[in-house]
DNA sequence: CATGGGATTGACT
DNA sequence: GTCAATCCCATGC
């Protein structure tokens, strides 16, 4: 057995690193809480999330290897970008190893950084209404359906660690929102203490 | 080839 | 609370 250091500090994954995104889906999608997404000079605190596996109906990669959900089976760390409902984009973080399905979609964001861009693209005003939904924070950071399968490595869209400042953010859990398949899955993670989540805010989420 | 259904949002009753 | 917008994709005839 060895010593374990007294006061070793918390040792996160790095999302600038491929690796970060080969684990489980659930783990990534617990981590990215507090990490900054970057498009341009628009950026913004991750602080809703919802994992997705092909294991279960709700997952795009349940139906197996398509044309639209080779990217989700495809390599880790790799943005997936779809239309949903004729009118927005959803983007989410490839996970897990190649070949199994497996993402993260980025639910909300508050607004950090290039914040006047944002109202310029959302055409709204509140900050609380910039990013406080999937399709809104897409729009808000002007990202498309052009993005589809860039690297989140290295590509023009990034994820960036949390500031090693920063405390580490109180997580609840629960049901993934707008589902019909699979809906009791607890798959839904959020900051606790964000007041820019998207809806149904989570009073009657579990804490962790 | 026709059809039905969304991992949503914003406007309206 | 209800509902339409809008289009890509998967499925079925």
Known sequence: MSAVPEAMPAIRPDPREIAFYARSVHAVARDL??????????????????SYHETEAACHA???????????????GVAYVYR????????NAVAEEDGVGAAVLIRALEPLEGVAAMRTR??????EDL??????????????????QTSLVGG??????????????????GPRVGIT?????EWRFCDA???????????????R
């Open 122 to 127: 959302r055409g709204v005003d509140s900050d």
């Open 156 to 173: 023009p869209v990034e994820i960036h660690p949390p500031r090693a400042t920063a405390p580490p953010p109180r997580i609840v859990t």
């Open 84 to 91: 949903s409902y004729g009118i927005h984009a959803l983007l």
């Open 181 to 185: 398949k699979a809906a009791e899955l």
């Open 131 to 148: 990013c406080s939904g999937p399709g809104k924070l897409t729009q808000a950071l002007g990202i498309g359906l052009e993005l589809n």
């Open 193 to 207: 203490d964000s007041p820019h989540v998207s809806r149904p805010r989570p009073p009657a989420m579990r804490t």
């Open 62 to 76: 349940f139906i197996g290897e398509t044309e639209r959900t080779r990217p989700l089976l495809g390599a880790p």
């Open 33 to 50: 809480i507090g990490c900054a997404l970057s498009h341009g000079a628009s950026a913004g605190r991750i602080v809703e999330t919802e």
